[in-house]
């Protein structure tokens, strides 16, 4: 059975990453090698190259992906599309959308997911 969607939570910390499908689903936490806090007014580029260790990380857990949904509460999100166009343009294809979500758990994160993917009539 191919779990052909993949929705990813981050933040700057930790990044929730859900495999699934209709029926079944899988998960794994990625986290920071360090947990380090950014200082406000520290440039955006800078955060980006201290990130693209973890920014990597995430994308090779990925890449397989035929169709993903990025997620999360700040502006990580937003780093990490920035970082697919930039570095790996052939996943950035596959990203169907970035939305604005809290800090949900894995079984609302997935909820919403599944919900969104139907919504946008990519199940």
Do not use: C
């Not at 920071?32 to 994308?59: M, R, W």
């Not at 697919?84 to 079984?107: F, R």
């Amino acid at each position: 059975m191919s779990l052909n969607h993949v929705i990813v939570w981050l933040d700057q910390a930790e990044a929730h990453i859900i495999y699934f499908n209709r029926d079944t689903a899988e998960s794994e936490t990625i986290k920071t090698a360090s947990n380090q806090h950014h200082k406000a007014g520290v440039e955006v580029s800078t955060q980006a190259a201290d990130q693209s260790p973890y920014l990597n990380e995430i994308t090779t857990a990925i890449a397989e992906a035929p169709a993903i949904l990025i997620v999360g509460p700040g502006i990580e999100k937003m780093l990490f599309i920035k970082h697919l166009n930039k570095n790996h343009a052939e996943i950035a294809d596959k990203v169907v959308g970035v939305e604005s979500v809290d800090h949900p758990s894995d079984a609302q994160l997935l909820a919403y997911a599944r919900k969104y993917f139907v919504k946008e009539n990519l199940s």
